[in-house]
C-alpha cells in the first residue's frame, strides 16, 4: 500500500477523532483539507502508475 493511501486514510481517521471530540471548526476543516488533499494525490499516483505500466511515453518512470 503507497504511503499515500495510509497517510489520506489517517487524516480521516483524524477526522472521525475530530468530530467525536468536539474540536473547534478549523480542525475539522484541516482533517477534512489533508484527507482530500491525499484522495487527489493518490488519484494522480495511480494515475501515473497505470500510464507507466502501459508503456505511455508521457508517464513518470519509477512508479511500477
Not at 39 to 57: H, K, L, M, P, V
Request: glycine share 16%.
Amino acid at each position: 500500500m503507497p504511503p499515500i493511501a495510509v497517510v489520506s486514510a489517517l487524516w480521516l481517521v483524524g477526522l472521525v477523532v475530530t468530530l467525536v471530540m468536539g474540536t473547534p471548526a478549523v480542525v475539522v476543516w484541516t482533517c477534512v483539507a489533508g484527507g482530500t488533499l491525499g484522495g487527489i494525490g493518490f488519484g494522480i499516483f495511480a494515475w501515473q502508475r497505470s500510464a507507466a505500466r502501459r508503456g505511455s511515453r508521457t508517464a513518470q518512470s519509477g512508479l511500477q
